[in-house]
Protein backbone atom coordinates (compact mmCIF):
# COMPACT_ATOMS: atom_id res chain seq x y z
CA UNK A 1 0.00 0.00 0.00
CA UNK A 2 1.22 3.41 -1.14
CA UNK A 3 1.59 6.01 1.98
CA UNK A 4 1.73 9.50 1.16
CA UNK A 5 3.12 11.96 3.43
CA UNK A 6 2.79 15.59 2.40
CA UNK A 7 3.56 19.06 3.56
CA UNK A 8 1.06 21.70 3.22
CA UNK A 9 2.15 24.94 2.63
CA UNK A 10 4.19 25.38 -0.85
CA UNK A 11 3.02 21.99 -1.04
CA UNK A 12 -0.05 20.67 -1.61
CA UNK A 13 -1.03 24.19 -0.92
CA UNK A 14 -0.21 27.42 -3.16
CA UNK A 15 2.28 29.42 -1.34
CA UNK A 16 0.59 32.45 -2.54
CA UNK A 17 -3.06 31.92 -1.96
CA UNK A 18 -3.14 28.30 -0.05
CA UNK A 19 -5.11 27.05 -2.92
CA UNK A 20 -5.41 23.02 -3.15
CA UNK A 21 -7.79 23.12 -6.34
CA UNK A 22 -5.00 21.99 -9.35
CA UNK A 23 -4.60 18.77 -6.87
CA UNK A 24 -8.15 17.88 -6.48
CA UNK A 25 -7.82 15.20 -9.41
CA UNK A 26 -4.91 13.31 -7.41
CA UNK A 27 -6.96 14.07 -3.98
CA UNK A 28 -10.23 12.56 -5.72
CA UNK A 29 -8.34 9.40 -6.58
CA UNK A 30 -7.08 9.09 -3.57
CA UNK A 31 -9.87 9.05 -1.74
CA UNK A 32 -11.47 6.33 -4.02
CA UNK A 33 -7.97 4.49 -3.53
CA UNK A 34 -8.64 4.86 0.20
CA UNK A 35 -4.79 6.03 0.09
CA UNK A 36 -3.62 7.11 3.69
CA UNK A 37 -3.19 10.64 2.65
CA UNK A 38 -0.67 11.98 6.11
CA UNK A 39 -0.75 16.00 6.66
CA UNK A 40 2.88 16.84 7.84
CA UNK A 41 3.08 20.46 8.82
CA UNK A 42 3.98 23.40 10.63
CA UNK A 43 -0.38 24.01 11.18
CA UNK A 44 -1.88 23.53 14.15
CA UNK A 45 -4.45 20.52 14.90
CA UNK A 46 -7.31 23.06 14.36
CA UNK A 47 -6.03 23.85 11.35
CA UNK A 48 -5.58 20.40 9.90
CA UNK A 49 -9.11 19.59 10.73
CA UNK A 50 -10.51 22.24 9.24
CA UNK A 51 -8.25 21.39 5.67
CA UNK A 52 -9.26 17.44 6.11
CA UNK A 53 -12.71 18.56 6.62
CA UNK A 54 -13.04 20.59 3.76
CA UNK A 55 -11.17 17.99 1.53
CA UNK A 56 -12.93 15.21 2.82
CA UNK A 57 -10.59 13.29 4.44
CA UNK A 58 -9.97 11.47 8.03
CA UNK A 59 -6.85 10.10 8.32
CA UNK A 60 -3.86 10.31 11.00
CA UNK A 61 -1.92 13.99 10.73
CA UNK A 62 1.50 15.28 11.78
CA UNK A 63 1.11 18.68 13.49
CA UNK A 64 3.50 21.34 14.49
CA UNK A 65 6.54 20.48 12.36
CA UNK A 66 6.46 16.92 13.93
CA UNK A 67 5.36 17.40 17.51
CA UNK A 68 2.35 15.08 17.83
CA UNK A 69 0.92 12.57 15.40
CA UNK A 70 -3.02 12.68 15.87
CA UNK A 71 -4.25 8.87 14.54
CA UNK A 72 -8.46 8.93 14.58
CA UNK A 73 -9.95 6.65 17.33
CA UNK A 74 -10.60 3.23 15.69
CA UNK A 75 -8.49 4.32 12.59
CA UNK A 76 -8.76 0.91 10.24
CA UNK A 77 -8.95 -1.24 13.40
CA UNK A 78 -4.96 -0.29 13.96
CA UNK A 79 -3.76 -1.43 17.26
CA UNK A 80 -2.43 1.73 19.02
CA UNK A 81 -0.82 1.37 22.21
CA UNK A 82 -0.98 5.58 22.57
CA UNK A 83 -3.16 7.50 24.88
CA UNK A 84 -6.64 8.75 24.28
CA UNK A 85 -6.90 12.53 23.48
CA UNK A 86 -10.76 14.04 22.02
CA UNK A 87 -11.24 11.51 19.83
CA UNK A 88 -8.10 10.40 18.51
CA UNK A 89 -4.71 8.46 20.20
CA UNK A 90 -2.01 10.64 20.01
CA UNK A 91 1.93 10.34 20.40
CA UNK A 92 3.45 13.11 21.74
CA UNK A 93 7.11 14.17 20.72
CA UNK A 94 7.44 18.51 21.21
CA UNK A 95 7.14 20.43 23.94
CA UNK A 96 4.43 21.97 25.74
CA UNK A 97 3.23 25.47 24.10
CA UNK A 98 3.14 27.20 27.36
CA UNK A 99 7.29 25.99 27.86
CA UNK A 100 8.23 27.33 25.26
CA UNK A 101 6.11 30.71 25.62
CA UNK A 102 8.14 30.97 28.86
CA UNK A 103 11.11 30.84 27.36
CA UNK A 104 10.01 33.66 24.54
CA UNK A 105 8.73 35.27 27.29
CA UNK A 106 12.72 35.65 29.25
CA UNK A 107 15.00 35.73 25.71
CA UNK A 108 12.50 38.81 24.29
CA UNK A 109 14.74 40.91 27.27
CA UNK A 110 17.92 39.93 24.90
CA UNK A 111 16.86 39.46 21.89
CA UNK A 112 13.95 41.22 20.00
CA UNK A 113 11.95 38.07 18.65
CA UNK A 114 7.79 38.53 18.05
CA UNK A 115 5.84 34.88 18.47
CA UNK A 116 2.71 34.37 17.58
CA UNK A 117 1.80 34.37 20.94
CA UNK A 118 2.74 38.42 20.88
CA UNK A 119 0.87 39.17 18.27
CA UNK A 120 -2.73 39.62 17.09
CA UNK A 121 -5.15 37.82 15.02
CA UNK A 122 -5.24 40.79 12.63
CA UNK A 123 -1.00 41.27 12.50
CA UNK A 124 -0.64 37.49 12.05
CA UNK A 125 -3.32 37.31 9.04
CA UNK A 126 -1.30 40.04 7.55
CA UNK A 127 2.09 38.40 7.67
CA UNK A 128 0.64 35.23 6.49
CA UNK A 129 -2.34 36.42 4.17
CA UNK A 130 -4.83 34.46 5.33
CA UNK A 131 -8.20 35.26 6.49
CA UNK A 132 -8.90 36.21 9.93
CA UNK A 133 -10.74 33.38 10.92
CA UNK A 134 -7.91 30.80 9.85
CA UNK A 135 -5.45 33.35 11.36
CA UNK A 136 -7.11 32.89 14.56
CA UNK A 137 -6.79 28.95 14.09
CA UNK A 138 -3.28 29.43 13.20
CA UNK A 139 -2.75 31.63 16.46
CA UNK A 140 -3.94 27.99 18.51
CA UNK A 141 -0.70 27.00 19.06
CA UNK A 142 -0.08 23.27 21.46
CA UNK A 143 3.58 22.58 20.93
CA UNK A 144 5.49 25.44 18.69
CA UNK A 145 5.57 29.15 18.16
CA UNK A 146 6.63 30.73 14.96
CA UNK A 147 8.65 33.88 15.33
CA UNK A 148 9.85 36.81 13.57
CA UNK A 149 13.09 38.07 14.28
CA UNK A 150 14.04 41.82 14.10
CA UNK A 151 17.78 41.71 13.48
CA UNK A 152 18.73 38.28 11.63
CA UNK A 153 22.80 38.36 12.89
CA UNK A 154 21.41 37.56 16.35
CA UNK A 155 20.02 34.48 15.05
CA UNK A 156 23.49 32.32 16.48
CA UNK A 157 22.70 33.59 19.90
CA UNK A 158 19.30 32.59 19.89
CA UNK A 159 19.78 29.33 18.66
CA UNK A 160 22.62 28.80 21.42
CA UNK A 161 20.03 30.16 24.15
CA UNK A 162 17.59 27.72 22.65
CA UNK A 163 19.54 24.67 23.26
CA UNK A 164 19.86 25.31 26.29
CA UNK A 165 16.46 25.32 27.42
CA UNK A 166 15.85 22.37 25.10
CA UNK A 167 14.53 24.00 22.51
CA UNK A 168 15.36 24.50 18.66
CA UNK A 169 14.86 26.69 15.62
CA UNK A 170 13.72 25.17 12.28
CA UNK A 171 12.86 27.75 9.19
CA UNK A 172 9.54 27.25 7.22
CA UNK A 173 8.89 28.98 4.30
CA UNK A 174 7.21 32.02 6.00
CA UNK A 175 8.62 32.10 9.19
CA UNK A 176 11.57 30.64 12.16
CA UNK A 177 10.03 28.21 14.63
CA UNK A 178 10.54 27.87 17.99
CA UNK A 179 10.32 24.11 18.76
CA UNK A 180 11.00 21.06 20.94
CA UNK A 181 14.74 19.81 20.24
CA UNK A 182 13.95 16.13 20.29
CA UNK A 183 11.15 16.26 17.40
CA UNK A 184 11.48 17.25 13.99
CA UNK A 185 8.61 15.89 10.85
CA UNK A 186 11.48 13.22 10.05
CA UNK A 187 10.96 11.75 13.51
CA UNK A 188 7.11 11.75 13.07
CA UNK A 189 6.98 10.32 9.63
CA UNK A 190 9.45 7.19 11.07
CA UNK A 191 7.13 6.55 14.07
CA UNK A 192 4.12 6.49 12.22
CA UNK A 193 5.27 4.89 9.11
CA UNK A 194 6.29 1.78 11.81
CA UNK A 195 2.50 1.97 12.82
CA UNK A 196 1.13 1.60 9.57
CA UNK A 197 4.07 -1.33 8.78
CA UNK A 198 2.51 -2.92 12.19
CA UNK A 199 -0.59 -2.57 11.19
CA UNK A 200 -0.56 -3.17 7.50
CA UNK A 201 2.55 -4.82 6.24
CA UNK A 202 4.33 -4.16 3.56
CA UNK A 203 3.98 -0.45 2.52
CA UNK A 204 5.29 2.26 0.18
CA UNK A 205 5.88 5.81 1.75
CA UNK A 206 6.39 8.89 -0.11
CA UNK A 207 7.17 12.07 1.48
CA UNK A 208 6.48 15.65 -0.49
CA UNK A 209 8.00 18.47 0.78
CA UNK A 210 9.32 22.34 -0.56
CA UNK A 211 11.56 23.86 2.34
CA UNK A 212 14.06 23.31 4.83
CA UNK A 213 12.02 22.06 7.42
CA UNK A 214 10.60 19.28 5.22
CA UNK A 215 14.92 17.44 4.78
CA UNK A 216 14.15 15.03 7.81
CA UNK A 217 10.99 13.88 6.03
CA UNK A 218 11.96 13.49 2.79
CA UNK A 219 15.22 11.35 4.21
CA UNK A 220 13.12 8.89 5.52
CA UNK A 221 10.44 7.76 3.31
CA UNK A 222 10.66 5.65 0.28
CA UNK A 223 10.46 7.97 -2.44
CA UNK A 224 11.14 11.74 -1.43
CA UNK A 225 9.10 14.57 -3.79
CA UNK A 226 10.63 18.06 -3.77
CA UNK A 227 8.00 20.51 -4.86
CA UNK A 228 9.75 23.65 -6.08
CA UNK A 229 9.11 26.78 -5.00
CA UNK A 230 6.56 29.26 -6.46
CA UNK A 231 9.50 31.69 -7.94
CA UNK A 232 10.52 28.25 -9.73
CA UNK A 233 13.67 27.46 -7.46
CA UNK A 234 14.62 24.48 -5.31
CA UNK A 235 15.51 24.19 -1.72
CA UNK A 236 18.77 22.85 -1.90
CA UNK A 237 18.54 19.30 -1.10
CA UNK A 238 20.62 16.37 -2.93
CA UNK A 239 18.95 12.64 -1.69
CA UNK A 240 20.12 9.81 -4.46
CA UNK A 241 16.11 8.84 -5.42
CA UNK A 242 14.78 12.38 -5.27
CA UNK A 243 11.83 13.07 -7.79
CA UNK A 244 11.47 16.92 -8.27
CA UNK A 245 7.84 18.01 -9.12
CA UNK A 246 8.15 20.47 -12.41
CA UNK A 247 5.33 22.71 -11.07
CA UNK A 248 4.86 24.94 -7.75
CA UNK A 249 2.01 24.28 -4.98
CA UNK A 250 -0.61 22.39 -6.07
CA UNK A 251 -0.13 22.13 -9.62
CA UNK A 252 3.39 20.46 -9.44
CA UNK A 253 2.22 18.11 -6.06
CA UNK A 254 -1.06 17.31 -8.44
CA UNK A 255 1.34 16.11 -11.31
CA UNK A 256 3.53 13.84 -9.09
CA UNK A 257 1.23 12.29 -7.11
CA UNK A 258 -0.93 11.42 -10.43
CA UNK A 259 2.04 9.48 -12.23
CA UNK A 260 3.38 7.78 -9.08
CA UNK A 261 -0.61 6.42 -8.26
CA UNK A 262 -0.06 5.09 -11.60
CA UNK A 263 3.21 3.57 -11.20
CA UNK A 264 2.47 2.02 -7.69
CA UNK A 265 -1.15 0.68 -9.58
CA UNK A 266 1.48 -1.37 -12.45
CA UNK A 267 3.77 -2.47 -10.03
CA UNK A 268 1.33 -4.44 -8.69
CA UNK A 269 -1.02 -5.73 -11.32
Known amino acids: MLVIFTDLDGSLLNHEDYSYKDAIPSLERIKKLKIPLIFTSSKTRVEIELLQKEIGIKEPFI ?5 AVFFPEKYRNFRLNLPKFNGYRIMKLGKEYSYIRKFISQIKKIIPIKGFGDMSVEEIA ?3 DLPIERARYAKMR ?7 IEDESKLSILKKEAEKYGLKITKGGRFYHLIGKDQ ?5 VKLTSQIFKENLGDIKTVGIGDSKNDISMLE ?14 YENI ?10 PGSKGWNEVVWRLIDEFETACN
Open 238 to 247: WLPNLIKASF
Open 142 to 148: EFTEPFI
Open 220 to 233: VVDIPVLIPKFNME
Open 63 to 67: VENGA
Open 184 to 188: DKGKA
Open 126 to 128: KLT
